[in-house]
C-alpha cells in the first residue's frame, strides 16, 4: 500500500529535524576529556561526622547534621590525617566538585553508569593532591537539586550516593529539570584542612 504524498514529505521532515540532533548527542559523546580546572571552585567549612576513611588513599566520606555526605580526597599537606578515625567529629575546608558535562546519556553509558577517566582535573593553586591531579569522573546521574545563585547542580549516581558540583558553564542549568537523567562529567573534591573538632563543653 502506497502513502499519501503529504505523509511521505511529513516523515522526510521529521527525519530531517531529528538527524542533526542525534549526530550532535554522538559528537558530544566522542569529544575526548580534557583535564579540568577547579581554581574557580567554592570554599567550603563543615563541621561533620566521619563516615568513612581510606588512609592510604587519602579519601574521607563525611556526614554533615543534616544527614548529608560528602566524599573528597584531603590534601597531602593535611599531615594528621592518620589520628582522624570513623566516628569522629571533624572540621573540613574542602573545594567543592567541578562539573564539566551535562547531557543526555547514550545507551551505552546506560549500561556502563560510572567510569573513571584517564585525564586528571587540575587542583586549585597551591594545593597538592595525593596523585598530583584531581580524578574526574563520567557517571549518568538523577537530577535532584539546581541552584542558579550559586551555579551548583545536586545529583544522585548509580550507588545512590548524591553529589554537589559546580558547574563550568552555568548557562547548562537553564537546559535541566530537577528528576533529568543525565551523564555528569566532574571533578572529584579536594579537603584542603581536616583535624578533629573541638568538643563542647557542657553548660
Do not use: C
Amino acid at each position: 500500500m502506497k502513502l499519501p504524498i503529504h505523509h511521505l514529505i511529513l516523515a522526510g521532515l521529521v527525519l530531517a529535524a531529528i538527524t542533526p540532533f542525534y549526530r550532535a548527542v554522538a559528537e558530544e559523546a566522542a569529544t575526548p576529556a580534557k583535564p579540568m580546572s577547579v581554581e574557580k571552585s567554592i570554599l567550603v567549612s563543615i563541621t561533620a561526622t566521619v563516615e568513612a576513611i581510606d588512609h592510604k588513599t587519602r579519601e574521607v566520606t563525611l556526614k554533615g547534621p543534616l544527614g548529608n555526605t560528602v566524599t573528597f580526597t584531603v590534601d597531602k599537606r593535611v599531615k594528621r590525617l592518620k589520628e582522624v578515625k570513623v566516628g569522629d567529629t571533624v572540621e573540613a575546608d574542602y573545594y567543592v566538585s567541578v562539573a564539566a558535562e551535562l547531557r543526555k546519556p547514550t545507551p551505552e553509558e546506560e549500561k556502563n553508569p560510572l567510569v573513571v577517566l584517564e585525564a586528571a582535573g587540575r587542583a586549585p593553586k597551591g594545593t597538592s593532591p595525593a596523585g598530583g591531579g584531581l580524578r574526574q569522573f563520567k557517571v549518568v546521574t538523577t537530577v535532584e537539586g539546581l541552584d542558579r545563585t550559586t551555579e551548583t547542580i545536586t545529583v544522585k549516581g548509580p550507588g545512590g550516593n548524591s553529589l554537589t558540583a559546580r558547574v563550568e558553564d552555568p548557562s547548562r542549568l537553564t537546559q535541566i529539570h530537577i528528576g533529568d537523567t543525565i551523564v555528569v562529567t566532574y571533578t572529584e573534591a579536594l579537603a584542603v584542612s581536616l583535624e578533629k573538632a573541638e568538643p563542647q563543653e557542657d553548660k
